[in-house]
């Protein structure tokens, strides 16, 4: 989050409405295939070659079903072959690879990389280039699979204020509207308020990278060629910055933004969630099918919004995912066959219709027929692409949007009870440990602008005493402060049940007491079991508490740890509250996950 270095790997994230954001690679081949791969054969009574592919979560399941159709029926060197797509973030993959893949922590390693960009690979080089390392990735761009170009998706009355779809919109228009005083009122809607936009964690995200990109290229008026002094010019700063204070707050997903929006919408608040967010074009289609997972399964299960979404390409230019299908070094000869063959495969007629069906546009930035204007989408935008600059300068972006992003005030609740002292197999630590090391750990992603407080929670043992305890207040994250803070987590006793509804409520009402306006405001809830508070709130009275103050804005991140965490009631929680639910069931992860949280801040 603040400086590019500091990012670990991640899961796969959010995985879509009505689920939870859990750690861990997404197995998407039959049980059948599972048992062949134990036995080294497959279903074709032959020896087989299985390739695995770490994917971007917004194209995993088309490519697991062109993977499939690939590899039924077929032989290569007489010998079958299964493919299997795991969901990884692209920028988290990156991180994996750099580090050279744990599969303790990261999943199975990939024999090819797909991320959403080249951006992705070129970034790679740079950081395995300045540890001294070899990069697993070969040197140049690769080809891509499918594109889809970035926008600033609106909900169509909000766009159709500002001019849509005649009128050019730009980053130029959205910087104005965030920092004036007066918002939506200036375009005779006083009762949408200000401007909220949604944008990803550059450091973890495709569509959150493009989108700092662009507004830079936007601030200097050039479409190429970024230079160090324009990074760091005065004016261009505040230009970014402008546009920044809009955040309502980040994160490593969109799908965590368009999960929150179709729901507001079920609840007839459309527009009171968000006004804007920056995602590719192939999202605005799944969102207005309803499908804002991009599940091609899932298509047509939802009733479409009320309020659809319409892409705003930005006037000053944009920046297409060209979604690149990389091999890595690692893969042997016999891998690197079927690899190259599934590439051809990927780029037939046929398979590209089922790509631009979905959404995408082809691998040569071609439309399908569902770009259209009635679709919320325009077949002859954009009328501007930008040139990603080099990788030294997105390097430079990256530290410089660090300092310009929006200060967080947040507040970490922490599970102390008994059941965190159980034993994590293969590590010699406790859960407890592990959860400890993490938080620690991920304080360090906090900036001095941001301000932090900590409380821990078992359940209470006498009637009248709180279930929460207020270890470290709320206070600007100094280095004095990031200390204590750390001191106080590693050296955490462990006891009792948990009293987490009656602990959510205090923290949630102590940090609405405690709003600041212009930051990102959030409670983050760690447990790694159920309520166990008798006489206490009960999960109805928590949701009610917290919906009936959502204009507070407010948010709740929840951490389901280990396994008898009950991740649905956690998914409530958070989604009453417009956070996210993230799913560490595997005590391996929860590292990667406090990565996952803090991003969106």
């Keep these: ?31 059948a295939a599972a048992a062949a791969d134990a036995a080294g054969h497959g279903g074709g009574g032959g020896q087989t070659v299985r390739l695995r592919i770490a994917a971007s979560q917004d194209k995993v399941g088309l490519l697991q079903q062109a993977a499939d159709d690939f590899a039924e029926d077929r032989r290569i060197d007489g010998k079958c072959v299964e493919i299997q797509v795991d969901s990884k973030n692209s920028g988290t993959a990156m991180l994996a690879l750099a580090r050279g893949w744990d599969e303790r922590t990261d999943g199975k390693r990939p024999d090819v990389w797909s991320p959403a960009a080249n951006v992705w690979p070129a970034m790679l080089r740079l950081r395995t280039g300045a540890e001294d390392k070899p990069s697993p990735v070969p040197d140049g761009e690769f080809p891509p699979i499918m594109t889809s170009p970035l926008t600033i998706a609106m909900p169509r ?20 509207l965030a920092t004036d005083p007066e918002g939506w009122k200036k375009y005779g809607h006083p009762e949408w308020g200000e401007f909220r936009l949604g944008k990803t964690n550059p450091n973890l995200s ?33 230009f970014v910055s402008d546009i920044e204070k809009a955040i309502v707050h980040y994160g490593h997903t969109t799908l965590t933004f368009l999960s929150n929006l179709l729901r507001a919408d079920d609840r007839g608040q459309a527009m009171s969630y968000i006004s804007a967010v920056t995602v590719e074009e192939n999202s605005v289609w799944n969102y207005n099918q309803g499908n804002p997972a991009l599940d091609p399964k899932d298509l047509g299960k939802r009733p479409k919004p009320k309020v659809p979404l319409v892409a705003i390409y930005p006037k000053e230019g944009t920046i297409y995912s060209d979604h690149p299908y990389v091999p890595l070094n690692w893969m042997d000869a016999e891998k690197r066959k079927v690899a190259d063959e599934f590439l051809k495969f990927l780029h037939t007629e046929r398979v590209q219709k089922r790509f631009t069906d979905h959404g995408f546009r082809d691998h040569q930035r071609r439309p399908g027929r569902h770009v259209t204007e009635a679709n919320g989408l325009l077949p002859g935008e954009p009328k501007t692409t930008l040139s990603l600059p080099s990788d030294q300068i997105l390097d430079l972006i990256l530290k410089t949007w660090a300092e310009l992003r929006k200060p967080a005030n947040v507040l970490l609740v922490i599970d102390r009870s008994g059941s965190m002292q159980q034993t994590v197999p293969g590590t010699g630590k406790s ?20 301000q932090v407080g900590l409380w821990v929670f078992s359940a209470a043992r006498r009637q009248g005493e709180r279930d929460w305890q207020e270890v470290v207040p709320l206070g600007r994250m100094t280095e004095a402060h990031r200390s204590l803070l750390r001191e106080r987590l590693l050296g955490l006793t462990l006891s009792g049940g948990t009293g ?20 990102i405001n959030a409670v983050v809830v760690m447990t790694d079991g159920k309520n166990e508070r008798p006489g206490g709130l009960d999960l109805d009275g928590l949701i009610a508490k917290l919906g009936a103050r959502r204009e507070e804005s407010v948010r709740v991140f929840t951490i389901g740890y280990g396994e008898d965490a009950d991740q649905n009631v956690l998914r409530r929680i958070a989604e009453a509250a417009d956070g996210a639910a993230y799913d560490s069931s595997d005590p391996n992860t929860i590292g990667d996950i406090f990565t996952e949280v803090i991003s969106n801040f």
């Design 206 to 238: 495709t569509s959150g990278l493009h989108a700092t990109v662009g507004a830079y290229f936007a601030a200097t008026g050039t479409t190429s060629d970024l230079t160090e002094g324009d990074i760091t010019a005065a004016d261009n700063r505040k």
């Design 500 to 519: 987490l509804y009656n602990t959510t409520a205090a923290a949630y009402e102590k940090m609405t007491g405690s709003r600041r306006g212009d930051a």
């Design 431 to 450: 859960k407890g440990d592990l959860a400890k090391e993490a938080a620690a750990e991920a304080l360090a992603e906090f900036r001095g602008q941001d």
């Design 157 to 176: 009355p909000m766009a159709e204020a500002l001019g849509w779809p005649k009128k050019a919109i730009g980053w130029s228009d959205l910087a104005a």
């Design 1 to 31: 989050m603040r400086g590019f270095g500091r990012f670990r790997g991640d899961g796969p994230g959010a995985e879509g409405l009505g689920r939870t954001q859990r750690h861990g690679a997404r197995r998407a081949t039959a049980l």
